[in-house]
């Protein structure tokens, strides 16, 4: 008797937990719901009543044009150097020498643990006073900002790439060496492979945001997609026309670059490309 009880009580549980869990994902539906349609009549408001497209015609070129090429110049240059640099950070931080391992750490903790502008800063005010007489760089603001953004995205490229690596067995790296392979063989060949496919989200995420810190770039007096904005604000005193082109600029840049990041996840990965072949 006292079996069926329990029985009895656990199928009352189960059916209970099985009606929360519909609730819940009703509430879900509909919570998402209402907020899509908060957004869409937000921007149908926007599109409808606050943009002057007369206005939006005459501002797109030159103006906005020349910053969107601007920016993605300034993106190309330091996100290949960033990926670059950050590869050699992430070896670095993993070394078996404990001095290089040591300055690869302290280099990640500053970049990621001092703001962007501040090093943007530091590199575009500080440097130039280091020399007596004239800095030897003109137009000295675009160096900044490609050093800046290449410092500080290399430092989260190489802790990323030290999370994949990581995430490798041991036991790969003592099959590589016991095949006769070097240890730099086997980092190059066996891990390194797979530590990039293990990062690869975290990277190209990292990449997606340097293409909005981009938006620093204007404190340095870079003719920018925010720095076009200021100047067609204040002479016109009208915010949102340009406020959706710069929206639509940087989504121009962004979600082509999501995309691509995926396809290259979806190519790393062996269990859509028959890796276990």
């Known amino acids: 008797m006292a079996t069926d009880t329990g029985r009895t009580a656990d199928r009352d549980r189960g059916v209970l937990e099985q009606l929360n869990d519909r609730a819940f994902r009703r509430l879900g539906v509909v919570g998402t719901s209402l907020f899509a349609l ?3 009549l937000f921007i149908g408001y926007i ?12 501002i797109v070129y030159p103006q906005f044009t020349f910053a969107f090429l601007r920016v993605i110049g300034i993106v190309a240059i330091s996100s290949v150097l960033s990926v670059i640099a950050g590869v050699i950070v992430g070896l670095a931080r993993v070394s078996r020498t404990r001095l290089t391992s040591s300055i690869a750490k302290s280099y990640i903790e500053f970049f990621r643990g001092t703001p962007l502008l501040f090093q943007l800063f ?24 490609v050093i800046g ?7 989260y490229v190489g802790e990323a790439l030290r999370g994949g690596i990581e995430s490798i067995p041991d036991g790969q ?13 086997s980092m190059r060949e066996v891990i390194l492979p797979q530590a990039w496919r293990n990062s690869l989200a975290a990277i190209g995420n990292d990449q997606v ?14 003719p920018e997609l925010l720095s076009a904005f200021r100047q067609i604000n204040s002479s016109t005193f009208d915010a949102w026309t340009p406020i959706v082109l710069v929206a639509i600029a940087y989504l121009m840049i962004t979600v082509p670059l999501g995309k691509v990041i995926r396809t290259l996840e979806e190519r790393a990965d062996p269990a859509t490309h028959g890796g276990d072949d």
């Open 149 to 155: 953004l290449t410092l500080n995205h290399a430092a």
């Open 173 to 185: 790296m003592e099959a590589s060496r016991s095949l006769g392979m070097s240890y730099i063989q």
């Open 122 to 145: 530091v590199i575009y005010i500080g440097v130039p006073q280091l020399w007596s007489g004239s800095f030897p760089l003109e137009q000295f603001n675009y160096y900044a900002a």
């Open 47 to 58: 599109l409808l009543v606050r943009v002057d497209y007369a206005l939006l015609v005459e």
């Open 38 to 40: 908060g957004v869409v």
């Open 209 to 222: 945001i340097l293409v909005k810190d981009t938006s620093l770039l204007t404190v340095l007096a870079i």
